[in-house]
């Protein structure tokens, strides 16, 4: 089955924690990642993969010596990405426990955590866990991209989720909207 039907279907299935009607774009995964190198030794995190659209633009990135890991709480995404990346980490938890998921892994502090989680439209108190718990993690000058939904930029949710992310980080921005995306999105960056 391909990713775009899985997607659907898991959507379909659980529209609470699957909150796209589709996989993010090439061009948001772009978006996502530019400017941001990794060497030997360095690490990066990835928080709700779903299907992989972000996955598979980390993968060049993925030199020798450097780890990746994914964090995904839906089971069946976690089935599916380990079958359709079966040299990468994925563990099924969440983005609020990232200090001990990479505690448990000899991890010490990720140079990048790329969220394709729809953190303007969770909880307030687990976007805040996110959000703090990340910036901890962080390595010095580490990258933090998040991407918003360009329909939540007026609300309440991503008012606060920019509002956090000043807060957590030494530097904030926000990109261009992408608009070769389902729906347009802006990416936020936080720099520790």
């Known amino acids: 089955m391909g990713a775009l039907l899985f997607f659907i279907g898991q959507f379909v299935r659980h529209p609470g924690r699957v909150a796209a009607i589709a996989p993010s774009s090439q061009r948001l995964a772009s978006a996502m990642l530019e400017g941001i190198a990794l060497a030997p030794g360095d690490a990066i995190v990835e928080y709700g993969p779903g299907t992989g659209s972000f996955t598979r633009a980390i993968q060049p990135l993925l030199k020798e010596g450097v780890r990746y890991v994914g964090i995904e709480r839906n089971d069946s995404f976690v089935t599916y990405l380990r079958q359709q990346f079966p040299a990468l980490e994925f563990v099924a938890g969440s983005a609020a426990d990232v200090e001990t998921i990479l505690a448990e892994r000899g991890i010490r502090r990720p140079r990048a955590v790329i969220s394709g ?12 866990a996110i959000v703090e718990a990340t910036s901890r993690a962080l390595a010095g000058g580490g990258e933090f991209r998040q991407f918003s939904y360009v329909h939540f930029y007026p609300f309440p949710g991503g008012r606060d989720l920019r509002a956090l992310m000043r807060g957590a980080f030494t530097e904030f921005t926000v990109s261009r909207p992408v608009l070769r995306n389902v729906p347009p999105a802006f990416v936020y960056g936080g720099r520790n």
């Not at 989680?117 to 805040?128: N, Y």
Request: positive net charge.
């Open 117 to 128: 989680l729809p953190l303007a439209s969770m909880p307030r108190a687990l976007r805040v």
